[in-house]
């Protein structure tokens, strides 16, 4: 029979395998007493089971709060690994989570939880549909078809009226920028109203397309209800606009599920939020899991940080969550999405985002790092492209500043 499985890093005061007992039990047929309709044949065919079990350490003092200590003051962390029927669930995404990231999180005995691999089986690839397009279509739509996505995000991210927020496309598409995102904080404010804002930056964007030869792809963020989310997918697609970018914390997974059913643009899928999921080591999520749930819904583009970031994340992390977002969601069904590396990037980031990653294939967004350059938009667009030419030729960025004056007054204002 088919089975989900999860690991978690575990910490508890009880006796782990009591406590990886008691988390199978909540997760699945049991509760907090015996109950005589739980017979030996329902826990056999529906119970979570114990798959693995290994003790890493022992500490004093529990990681979490916790109400109860233990009497012995000692704590253990292990290696937990559960699964499940998935004739208890189906391949649902909602329900997958109330079961593998619920109440186990809430339990009296868990002092510190933490999913950190998640295996599905192909009945989930057969539910969901993932990412309609992926690194291909992006490039096909985007016409860049090899080499990174060289990305932006409009900053300041909010205050500029429609018709600024147009004029600063004007000047990154004058700039040559591939990939333009709005920030996570607008949507359809009304100083700076969806639909208005689309009308504006594609007439920039199509007449920058007929010049070019290629269309630069703009990620609206169309963040909102569901029917807004449709109706503003349309408004994109009607005005020939090629992405449109949706915050995954906010919509949900019945959010982005729906979305990716009605598109028929690219997702590009903000992870804003990420913070409260991750950032104590002892709860919550490892990416590698997390990004797998929001591909099988429908995620082409997911954010993962970048190096050497604004945030509070290690660079090996960042590396891992872009790693994972290439790797298969299972073997039968790759669903390839493609990382975004976002957040406090410049240039000075592009040969070590290349080489640590191994792959193009990927969307590199600077924000202030283009819009702070001292030369103009123009120039900020023309430094980052430069330092990408250079991190794909193997030559350091100074010797690449000499042939291109945009680059060299970067160096100067990235750090
Ligand atoms: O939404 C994002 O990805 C961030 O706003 C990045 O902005 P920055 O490049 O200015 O840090
Ligand atoms: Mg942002």
Known sequence: MERIYATYWLETGDDPAHAAEVIAGEQSSGTFVALPTETPEL??????????LEVLGHSAQPSLPTPVSAPSGRYTQARLTLSWPLANLGPCLPTLMA??????YELRC???????DLQL???????YPGPAFGVNGTRRLSGVAHGPLIGTIIKPSVGLSV??????VQLLVDGGIDFIKDDELQADGPACPFDERVRAVMRVVRAAADRLGRQPM????LTGNLDQMKRRHDLVLAEGGTC????LNSIGLVGLTELRRHAQLPIHAHRAGWGYLSRAPQLGFDYAPWQKIWRLAGADHLHVNGLRNKFSEADDSVMAAARAVLAPVMDSAPMTAMPVFSSGQTGLQAQDTFTGLGSADLI??????????PGGVAAGVQSFRDAWQAAQEGVALSQAARQSPALAQALGFWR
């Open 43 to 52: 826990k056999a065919r529906a119970g979570a089971r114990v798959e693995q």
């Open 244 to 247: 449109v970018m949706a915050c």
């Open 163 to 168: 018709a600024e927020t147009a004029q600063q």
């Open 364 to 373: 590199h967004t600077a924000g202030g790092g283009i819009f702070g350059h």
């Open 99 to 104: 079961t593998i990231a619920g109440n186990l």
């Open 110 to 116: 868990v002092t510190g939880l933490r999913l950190t």
């Open 218 to 221: 703009v990620a609206f963020n």
């Open 121 to 127: 089986p192909p009945a989930f690839a057969q539910a």
